[in-house]
């Protein structure tokens, strides 16, 4: 019953199109209103509850991720880094493809959320690749899919939500996040590599060294955003609210006073676009504050545990089970979303099972974007339908055999924890 | 998921510019604080004690307004297949969901604003550790922002409740 409630009220509610936010809300008053009476539903608890969600100092990177994000998107740096990544390795056969890779590789070190990258770089990536012969369905295939690397590495707007409700250390999961970007984007240019050779697609004239030093220098300073946030982080020096904050500093310096691509007024602008993009966001994780405190009151985690445990209490067994869960999930609601309603009943199940709640959230991040790919409600799907005029049947159609690298190095993940787990153990001494 | 939804936002007109406005000043303030935090700590090893303070309650008051801005324009985040699967279906149909899913939303509003503004009376005596100000002036960004909240919602259940049928066919 109580179950039922919790989570079975937030199912419809979300069916019925009450955005995120409400369902959560309305589920978690419903439960208090039959547990304890309809006129005894603690209102001052419930704001206090939906207050401490917004209320954590490590909560704070969430906007300056997005801001750094946006302002490099719309200060031309894009430009910089396509030139850059085409002059390394443009010469390849499929060259296009590899640097559309690559130049995602590099603005997920700048980016969190994958929808700035298809929407941003994309829009050049796909331009620059149609301009040079290859076909439509492809150059999106290849932008919607490289985009998914930008919320696995750091910064990673989805990392640190899950840190935030799984109780783990966001820099520790940020810094778990480099090897997995790393396998994915290699996974993507080994099928691109392969396709290029099966299509026997366009190779670009190979650079000379004084061109590769030009686009270097060129993007040389946006080079060193990503070294910032990063390193700051790796490097143990900063909190990831403070590499976010220095990270934005010198994005503003670069966008506004060194290449001057953007005006006083459009940095207002785009400080008034991030606050919207933060304030859904955050407001989503404040209301689930109040209904993961629910979850937990009410026992529900246990109750799955529970529950799986019954058919099996191996991990290898649990953990398939949740990722198929996940990829569910991930076809219907947002990543942001799916993060704040299951991670509290699933990272004590994985935990009772015999998981590593730092491990598992990079399964789940990555799990979770392979449905960003897939129908109905691939959120880059859309961001790539809208860049470009490609129908919306046509791109999920052209776009499922790169679900394939990507999900191999899920497979990768969960076989070899390490992957994700050594880096951080062994800069942070875990 | 989608931020589009198929109905009207409720127009708040100079509020929803207020609101626009302010919850952005709030987010360049806070990005200013924590910039000045990193820079007194790092660069003029001189910790400020205010500024981490300053920053998450800034950042709290953004996101309640740009909240409450979402709500008017309907850009929080909601699964859409009820919009194609009630675009062709019968108007009454339509529009009881709808208006079912607001009046919900609305119940849970209130009470969020009830206990908001027990909360800020509460501990309006109530000063926060470094900054003078008062506890009760960070839950009264709740209490602001789910008032205008309730009255957006109320704004769109009347509309939906009259042009339901209207709106219905915008769908088609």
Known sequence: MIVAILIGVLVVLLILGIPAVFALGVSSVLYLAVTRGIDAIPSAVVAQRILYGMDSFALLALPLFLFVGRLMNESGVTNRLFGFAKALVGHFRGGLAHVNVLASLIFAGMSGAAT???????????????????????????????????????????????????????????????????????????YVAYV???????????????????????????????????????????????????????????????????????????????????????????????????????????????????????????????????????????????????????????KAAGGDPLHFGIIMVVTLMIGELTPPFGMVLFAITRVTDIPFERLVRSVAPFIIPVAAVLVLLVSFPGLATAVPNWLLQR | MSKNSSLRPAPLGLLETILEHGATVCLILFFVSVVLQVLFRYVLEAPLTWSEEAARYLNLWSVALGAALAVARREHLRVNVIDRLLAGGPRLLYTSVHCFGLVVTLVFSIIVFIGAVYMTIDRWTVSLTVLPVRQGFIYLALAVSFSIIITSLAIQLVAVWRTGYRERSRLK
Not at chain 1, 117 to 130: F, H, P, Q, S, V
Not at chain 1, 139 to 157: D, H, R
Not at chain 1, 205 to 228: C, E, G, Q, Y
Not at chain 1, 273 to 295: E, G, H, K, P, Q
């Open chain 1, 116 to 190: 700035a990258d298809a929407a941003g770089l994309g829009a050049i990536e796909i331009k620059a690749m149609r301009e040079a012969g290859y076909d439509l369905e492809f150059s999106a295939s290849v932008t919607a899919a490289s985009s998914l690397i930008g919320p696995i590495l750091p910064p990673s707007v989805p990392l640190v939500l899950y840190a935030i409700l799984a109780g783990v250390s966001v820099n520790s999961l940020l810094i778990a996040g480099i090897v997995p970007g790393i396998l994915m984007a290699l996974a993507l240019m080994s």
């Open chain 1, 196 to 350: 290029a050779h099966k299509r026997q697609l366009p190779v670009d004239s190979r650079h000379n060294l004084r061109d590769l030093l030009v686009s270097f220098k060129d993007a040389f300073l946006a080079l060193l955003t990503p070294v910032i946030l990063v390193g700051g982080i790796l490097t143990g020096a900063f909190t990831a609210t403070e590499a976010g904050a220095v990270a934005s500093l010198y994005a503003v310096i670069l966008a506004v006073l060194i290449y001057r691509t953007v005006s006083w007024a459009k940095l207002y602008d785009i400080f008034r676009r991030t606050m919207m993009d933060s304030a859904i966001i955050m407001f989503i994780l404040a209301v689930a504050n109040l209904y993961s405190w629910l979850l937990i009151r009410a026992r529900v985690p246990v109750f799955v545990a529970d529950f799986i445990f019954r058919f099996s209490d191996n991990y290898w067994v649990v953990i398939s089970l949740v990722i198929l869960f996940l990829l569910f999930m991930g076809c219907f609601v947002s990543a942001i979303v799916t993060i704040n309603i299951a991670t509290p009943v699933l990272v004590p199940l994985i």
